[in-house]
């Protein structure tokens, strides 16, 4: 990755999950320092400000806040479609996880005359549920799904007709707590998975290595969307969907330094943090230590 111009992006949603207080995670992000760090790395930083959701809209048992997600997602679309335009790096900050459906079909669509993106999605769990298989109706449990072409299609559906990324070159990385109708259907779209016992048997350099080789051979670039949950909850409470025994603060770090390392990224998402249920903003820290080492910062 070597684009000096940087566009963060916030975006004020928590529609799309079960508990509230996501929404402020672009704040605490930006709070850590997050602008400073990265201009003291080199880049010319340009903060878009927030996007707001609509306060009202209408809302399906199995598509929870809809219309709201969607309007956000729309707007989010928009906008990192001129940072692209602008030849700028988009750094999306969340906000729940609903927002990759706005992001990554910018970037698929930016890109679709150059070829294909690759995507690495970091999360400890699938977000490949549509509206048939979700048991919640939570719409952050449903981006990857529908940016890769198994729906909810209305969730990527902006009138700019999608480009839908191809599973073989989709990763889900420390995934440890799938529904089993999303894993069945990751199976049947053949997507690449691995989970926590992958990183456990064979350590996060084999499984990173072997990622972005997936995500990075034979496509113009990585998107890298990080959800701090797959982070185990003593490293990153601050989120709304912890789930215990995820990867170390170590194997978080190295995941973004591979990513850095390989210099195929185009650009990221980092959700999911929350800051009502944070100690100290540590998981808002963590998240800009994490953006900040996938654009190089280096340890030595």
């Known amino acids: 990755m070597n684009k000096k111009d940087l566009d963060i992006i916030g975006v004020q949603i928590d529609f799309g999950a079960a508990r509230k207080g996501v929404a402020m995670g672009p704040l605490a992000i930006r709070y850590a320092g997050l602008k400073q760090d990265l ?42 479609k001129a940072t692209l335009e602008r030849g700028h790096f988009p750094i999306v900050l969340g906000g729940d996880h609903s927002v990759a459906a706005g992001s990554v079909s910018a970037v698929a669509k930016h890109y ?73 259907r990751m199976k049947e779209a053949g997507m690449n998975v691995f989970s926590m016992t992958d990183i456990d048997r064979r350590g996060m350099y084999a499984v990173m290595k072997e990622a972005i ?21 003593e490293y990153a409470p601050g ?9 170390t603060a170590r194997e978080a770090f190295l995941a973004a330094e591979m990513i850095a390392d390989s ?21 808002a820290i963590m998240a800009s230590d994490l953006i900040q080492l996938a654009l190089g910062k280096k340890v030595y």
Request: charge should be negative.
């Open 213 to 233: 080789e997936i995500a990075g051979q034979g496509t113009v670039g990585i998107h890298l969307s990080f959800d701090v949950d797959a982070i185990t909850p």
């Open 239 to 247: 989120t709304g969907t912890p789930v215990p025994d995820g990867i």
């Open 112 to 184: 679709e005359n150059e070829g294909e993106i690759g995507i690495i999605w970091i999360d400890a769990h699938g977000d490949w549920n549509n509206e048939k298989s979700t048991l919640s109706g939570n719409m952050h449990g449903m981006p990857y799904s529908a940016v890769c072409g198994w729906g909810p299609d209305s969730m990527v559906d902006f009138g700019q007709t999608p480009h839908f990324v191809p599973t073989a070159h989709c990763v889900q990385v420390a995934g440890h707590d799938f529904d089993k109708p999303e894993a069945a």
């Open 39 to 80: 201009r003291a790395l080199g880049y010319n930083v340009y903060d878009k400000g927030d996007i707001i959701p609509p306060d009202d809209g209408m809302s399906l048992r199995h598509m929870i806040n809809f219309e709201q997600v969607n309007a956000t997602n729309k707007h989010l679309y928009e906008t990192v």
């Open 263 to 283: 210099g195929k990224l185009i650009s990221m998402d980092l959700v999911e943090v929350n800051p009502i249920l944070d100690e100290r903003n540590k998981t």
